[in-house]
């Protein structure tokens, strides 16, 4: 039976976390393909770049130099310096860490898995997520 390529393209994105989150972050702001991962330290590219290079720790499991080399061939100080400064502005900016939330719920959603509930217990941040294998 053939595949339908479409379906193909599907598949490969869903096994391939990390074009994954460069789809939605590239989706939200509103940029070209080949912008993040193009040379360009512009802000309005710098910023985004970012935020995909955390989601990427975050949801793949990626070595920073998997990850640099995924994002252009950047060094892995980069990827450092980029985890910082989105855990900063995080801190800093309640629109930023706004922001991260809706990207990072977009990205699970992508990946086939909704959010439950987020929530603080005990002081702590603390986010139930329901898989697509889970019972509803």
């Known amino acids: 039976m053939p595949i339908n390529p479409s379906e193909a393209i599907r598949h490969r994105l869903a096994s ?77 900016d309640p629109r930023c860490a706004a922001e991260f939330v809706e990207i990072e719920r977009r990205v699970e959603m992508a990946l086939g898995r909704s959010y439950v509930r987020r929530e603080h217990i005990w002081g702590r941040p603390f986010v139930s997520v329901r898989g697509e294998g889970c019972a509803k």
Not at 36 to 59: F, K, N
Not at 61 to 75: A, H, K, M, W
């Open 16 to 92: 391939d976390p990390v074009a994954v989150i460069l789809g939605v972050v590239r989706g939200y702001y509103h940029l070209r393909a080949g912008e993040m991962i193009g040379p360009s330290r512009a802000r309005r590219l710098a910023w985004p770049r970012q935020i995909a290079m955390a989601l990427v720790r975050q949801r793949a499991n990626c070595s920073l130099p998997e990850i640099g080399r995924r994002f252009g061939g950047r060094d892995h100080t980069t990827v450092m310096h980029a985890l910082r400064a989105v855990a900063d502005r995080r801190k800093a």
